[in-house]
Nanobody, 123 residues
Framework: QVQLVESGGGLVQTGGSLRLSCLAP????????MAWYRRTPGRPRELVAR???????SYSRSVEGRFTISRDNDKNEVYLQMSNLKPEDTGLYYC?????????????????WGQGTQVTVST
């Protein structure tokens, strides 16, 4: 069983900041990229930030320059520092292993998701 536990969401005003955390216990963490996704009503789930095992980062255009992803391999945690938040950043944020989603791992479809953490940005 893969566990992913997101936290840190909340209600902020436009221009505010939040720091999301994700705990991913187990042996997969150190050997795999991690990513943050968000789901907003009426839109498909979007990958907003990704960090490789060598700490290379990438971002969607919508968040580049405002969000920073990082990881701590000693704690099995990945973070998303969000700054200059906009109302369109509102959504449910999840972390996961982008290379594993939808693949068969040890005979089982990898389709594990945490409960997510809600971010709401008010105008």
């Amino acid at each position: 069983q893969v566990q992913l536990v997101e936290s840190g969401g909340g209600l902020v005003q436009t221009g505010g900041s939040l720091r999301l955390s994700c705990l991913a216990p187990g042996s997969l963490f150190k050997d795999n990229d991690m990513a943050w996704y968000r789901r907003t009503p009426g839109r498909p789930r979007e990958l907003v930030a990704r960090v490789t095992t060598s700490d290379t980062t990438s971002y969607s255009r919508s968040v580049e320059g405002r969000f920073t992803i990082s990881r701590d391999n000693d704690k099995n945690e990945v973070y998303l520092q969000m700054s200059n938040l906009k109302p369109e950043d509102t959504g449910l944020y999840y972390c996961n292993y982008p290379q594993l989603i939808g693949k068969i791992i040890r005979g089982v479809l990898f389709d594990y998701w945490g409960q997510g953490t809600q971010v709401t940005v008010s105008t």
